[in-house]
């Protein structure tokens, strides 16, 4: 099937033609994960398939093209996409949406200094299945939005590109990042996306993605807190548009993790899930300070699952780190506010 009907079908199904209308879903299950290397055994694919998700999310570090030589970076996307495992998870998931982070961009760490941007943009969007002609397929970055129908409640995915715009960072001389005070992520052009997407959206949750993490401040790796005024700006928009039930997705760190925080003048409290090591967690990674965490530290393959369902005039979502087994690793059960 291919994608421009894939994409019709679940418009379709999921917004209020007449047939979805007469069959709305009273539940929609997301699923999502990252750091994903086509050279490893990929066990998941059959268990996530078991959840029946009615969309798969990439995280980013999707492949590890680690190239400038885009023929190479495509020959990797091209393994991955063909992969029989995988091959048989796209027919069995209505929807493939996703974003990325540095090793699927094309160098590790890399930001808006990448050469090849350009070219690498219309390698992963090949890879998504983006249709010809879209606004993505013109713009300077990977984010885009979708929605979502969950009985008469409506979830926004709204998918970021930490990578695109993103100010370079120093090192100290142990490696770790020294945090840019004044560097930006996401640039001007996302930035004002962003704020239309969240200000009056008609939503009742936002689910919005990064590669690499929101909220946890005290690791020494990539993360929006190596941009401190960035991370508080996202922080601040998040409450001065009143977007309802926001949820954030990130990767990168082959961990898994879910954190939480309330923003000063927010309402409620906003969960960050990182589902990170479809084929390679950091399994020596026991303890790690984030006091922001709830839960448990996944340090296993994993992969994290929303499900939303309409309960009255409530919308609930489950959200689970789940392991090879399909078991639960970690859960938080979160009425959308």
């Known amino acids: 099937m291919t994608k421009p009907l894939v994409l019709a079908l679940a418009t379709a199904f999921l917004f209020g033609s007449p047939a979805a209308e007469a069959q709305q879903k009273k539940e ?27 969309v798969w999310l990439w995280l980013g570090d999707n492949i590890y093209g680690d190239t400038d030589d885009m023929a190479v970076l495509k020959q990797k996307y091209d393994t991955q996409f063909n992969l029989p495992a995988y091959s048989q998870f796209r027919t069995q998931v209505p929807v493939i949406i996703g974003t990325w982070d540095d090793h699927d961009y094309g160098r590790n760490d890399a930001g808006k200094e990448y050469p090849f941007k350009k070219e690498s943009q219309q390698l992963a969007l090949d890879f998504l299945q983006e249709p010809a002609g879209t606004p993505r397929r013109a713009q300077e970055g990977l984010y885009t939005s979708y929605e979502y129908q969950v009985g008469r409640k409506k979830v926004k995915v709204i998918l970021l590109d930490d990578r695109y715009h993103q100010d370079e960072l120093q090192r100290d001389a142990n490696r ?31 689910i919005i993605a990064s590669g690499i993490q929101f909220l946890p401040q005290q690791h020494p790796y990539e993360k929006w807190a190596n941009f401190p005024a960035t991370r508080q700006r996202f922080l601040d928009l998040l409450v001065a548009s009143k977007a309802k039930g926001v949820l954030l997705v990130s990767g990168d760190r082959h961990i898994g993790e879910i954190s939480k925080v309330t923003p000063a ?10 589902s990170s090591g479809l084929t390679h967690p950091a399994v020596n990674n026991k303890s790690e300070a984030n ?17 939303f369902r ?6 609930l979502v489950t959200a689970q780190l789940k392991g090879e087994d399909g078991k639960p690793l970690t859960e938080q059960v979160i009425e959308v506010k």
Request: glycine fraction near 8%.
């Open 28 to 54: 929609l299950a997301i699923a999502f994960g990252s750091c994903n290397r086509t050279d490893l055994p990929q066990p998941l694919w059959p268990v996530i398939a078991q959840e029946k998700p009615d």
């Open 176 to 206: 770790a990042y020294v945090p840019n005070p004044t560097g930006d992520i996401l640039g001007a052009a996302q930035w004002q996306w962003l704020t239309q997407q969240l200000t009056n959206s008609t939503a009742d949750a936002h």
């Open 265 to 274: 003048g927010g309402s409620y409290p906003v969960y960050e899930i990182t």
């Open 291 to 307: 006091d922001l965490r709830v839960g448990p530290l996944i340090n296993q393959k994993h992969y994290g699952l929303f499900r």
């Open 310 to 315: 309409e309960q009255g005039k409530k919308l």
